[in-house]
């Protein structure tokens, strides 16, 4: 596998207030965040709503600038390149080859124009197609969606959510992007569309070539799709590790109570419920000292107040977390506890979505 993005020491404060509003408060929304996404993976990235996940892929495209930290994107058969380093011009070409999926369709399709206009967009902006060969590209990438040619006229209210998201996905894909960042891209659509979409996703990304990061709230989700998991509390990276190793035996106890709260399967146990989760998350803007999952840590020691844990490798294997403890806590994993052992569970009608709600 070769490598096709590497995020280093990403930071993102947003400045809020200032002015005849009080004084400016600085609410840091990603603190020294690093990975690394091999070409072909699916990284998910998961975590409780306010803990970055947006901010960490809008800041990969750029379209918000970093406060500190580098983004490097790997082109195909060229040296790497900067994006946190290129202007608004420069970065023109490579967002060609990096596209992201909203969670919204209705919002991010324009209700204004025709489908076919809306997929056509991209082309025509990044001046790529024109005329017949436009035309044949918007068709061909609309019906690997999905989407019957006799559609192309109508305008996005005339569609169902599920075919919302098609559009929404055939407007990333038609400039033959190498990765796709999809933010919440499933969470807005009923659950046996959920499915449908997934497993479309599944396929388009053996069709063409795909990397995908995949922003999800949901676990069970993110345990059908992706292959590593990269967890979020605060704006940091907890624990990064191959979507197996992590259901089987969390490292991080952040992960443990995620993984908790996932629904049984078994149905003469409980059905299908996630539970919710403990403790409040503390505002960013005043975020504690030490880990920063100390004030919901039901391991916590007194280290754990004073000094921040390292991200590392447990053990020497591909799975890191940031706990103090990290190689020693015996944490229990969704495969045996909650889900009930064995294969990884599929996204069918009535699995999908019932994951934990963050
Ligand atoms: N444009 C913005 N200005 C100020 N604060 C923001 C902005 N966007 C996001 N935030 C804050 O940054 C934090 C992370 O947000 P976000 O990345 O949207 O989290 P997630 O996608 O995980 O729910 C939240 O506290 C959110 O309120
Ligand atoms: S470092 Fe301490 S508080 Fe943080 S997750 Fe580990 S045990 Fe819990
Ligand atoms: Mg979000």
Redesign the pocket.
């Known amino acids: 596998m070769s490598t096709l993005l590497t995020v280093e020491n990403l930071s993102k404060v947003?400045t809020?207030g200032g002015g005849l509003f009080g004084p400016a408060r600085e609410?840091v929304?990603l603190n020294d965040v690093g990975f690394t996404l091999e070409a072909g993976e699916t990284l998910a990235i998961v975590?409780e709503?306010?803990?970055?996940?947006?901010?960490?892929g809008r800041c990969i495209i750029k379209a918000q600038p970093v406060t500190h930290g580098h983004v490097y994107y790997h082109p195909k058969d060229q040296a790497k390149v900067e994006l946190t380093a290129l202007g608004k011009r420069d970065i023109k070409p490579w967002r060609r080859d990096i596209r992201m999926i909203f969670q919204d369709p209705m919002s991010s399709l324009n209700p204004n124009m025709r489908v076919f206009d809306i997929v056509a967009e991209p082309l025509r902006i990044h001046r790529v197609a024109r005329g017949k060969e436009l035309e044949e590209r918007v068709l061909d990438t609309l019906a690997k969606v999905g989407i019957a040619p006799d559609a192309v006229g109508r305008y996005p209210h005339a569609f169902s959510g599920g075919q919302r998201q098609r559009i929404g996905i055939a407007r990333a894909l038609v400039l033959d992007p190498r990765l796709v960042i999809a933010d919440e891209a499933v969470s807005a659509l009923d659950v046996s569309i959920q499915a449908q979409v997934l497993n479309l996703l599944d396929d388009l990304k053996s069709e063409f070539g795909l990397t995908y990061i995949f922003?999800s709230h949901d676990l069970g989700v993110v345990n059908y799709i992706a292959d590593r998991v990269l967890v979020?509390y605060l704006?940091h990276v907890v624990e990064n590790a191959p979507t197996e190793m992590l259901f089987e035996r969390p490292r991080h106890p952040y992960t443990e109570m995620l993984l908790e709260a996932l629904p049984i399967a078994d149905p003469t146990r409980r059905k299908g419920r996630s539970k919710e989760l403990k403790g409040e998350i503390p505002y960013?803007g005043n975020r504690p000292r030490g880990c920063p999952f100390h004030t919901r840590c039901k391991y916590a020691q007194d280290i754990c107040r004073s000094e921040k844990p390292a991200l590392r490798s447990i053990n020497g294997s591909a799975q890191m977390a940031a706990c103090h403890f990290a190689e020693t806590l015996d944490l229990k994993g969704a495969y045996e506890s909650s889900i009930g052992g064995g294969d990884r569970p599929l996204p069918l009608e009535g699995r999908a979505g019932e994951g934990v709600v963050l």
């Open positions: 947003y809020l609410l929304a975590g709503s306010g803990c970055g996940k947006t901010t960490l922003i979020m704006g960013l």
